[in-house]
């Protein structure tokens, strides 16, 4: 099972809903950096790679998307649209996203800053150093 995914509390009332992600708590990370990806076209998937140590989580916050998740060993899709569900992109799992609607905005936590030295972005070198 490689999409564990995380439901938050969502604080709601007649004014609308309200999610708070902690980090060290809700989060089970320090966040150290957040960006969010909006205005993306659904023939145009992104991700293709893994990282060797950065730890992330990701939110749809509006419209949907598809995460898919590889270990090198399995892969799975899941279908995000739940702005309160988290799904976890440990280290060494190759990610993908794409199937994305129009008003989709897909938000990421991250537990440190951008890195390119992290990234493998083949996926041939990501399955040599994940075996
Ligand atoms: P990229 O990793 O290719 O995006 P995706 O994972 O969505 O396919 O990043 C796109 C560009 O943005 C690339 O030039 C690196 C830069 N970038 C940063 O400067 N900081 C960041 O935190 C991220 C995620 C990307």
Known sequence: ?????????????????????EGERDIPFEIKRV???????????RGFHAHRK????????AGSCTM???????????????????IPIDPM???EMGEFSSDCIL???ADDVYDETD???DYSQFLEEVK
């Open 1 to 21: 099972m490689l999409a564990n995914e995380l439901a938050f509390h969502v604080l709601g009332d007649e004014r609308g809903s309200l999610v708070a992600l």
């Open 35 to 45: 960006y969010y990806i909006y205005s993306v076209d659904s023939d145009k998937p």
């Open 54 to 61: 950065l730890r992330q989580m990701a939110f749809c916050l």
């Open 68 to 86: 898919i998740l590889d270990d090198g060993f399995s892969r799975e899709s899941v279908a995000m649209s739940k702005p309160n569900v988290g």
């Open 93 to 95: 799992i190759w990610h």
């Open 107 to 109: 938000m990421v936590l």
């Open 119 to 121: 990234y493998i972005r």
